[in-house]
């Protein structure tokens, strides 16, 4: 079993970046596969990026492509999100999440989440 802890979160304006951490307790964070979700009001959980156990393979939506980055350390049980270019639709809740098997895009797949930390893109 793992839990996570998002942090890393604020208020930024329209082409700013900001840096999301997932922390997670557990020996076996490395098993994981992790992904970032978020969820604006009004509006379903979506899919942003996920990463295998090790980093070596990565997929992203198509809204986060070139602009968003995901990456892990597992010598300090850590997910990342780096978000450059950031745009007032990136507005929402971003949610860290791990599940114990490869990439995989879909909410429901997701065993794992933190509590979210909000993301705030002013124009």
């Known amino acids: 079993q793992v839990q996570l802890v998002e942090s890393g979160g604020g208020l930024v304006q329209a082409g700013g970046s900001l840096r999301l951490s997932c922390a997670a307790s557990?020996?076996?964070?490395?098993?994981?596969?992790m992904g970032w979700f978020r969820q604006a009001p009004g509006k379903e959980r979506e899919f942003v990026a996920t990463?295998?156990?090790?980093?070596?393979?990565?997929s992203y939506a198509d809204s986060a492509k070139g602009r968003f980055t995901i990456s892990r350390d597992n010598a300090k049980n850590t997910v990342y999100l780096q978000m450059n270019s950031l745009k007032p639709e990136d507005t929402a809740v971003y949610y860290c999440?791990?599940?114990?098997?490869?990439?995989?895009?879909?909410?429901?797949?997701?065993?794992?989440w933190g509590q979210g930390t909000q993301v705030t893109v002013s124009s």
């Open positions: 990463i295998n156990w090790n980093g070596g393979s990565t």
């Open positions: 999440a791990a599940h114990s098997s490869g990439i995989v895009t879909v909410v429901r797949s997701y065993g794992y």
């Open positions: 557990g020996r076996t964070f490395s098993s994981y596969a």
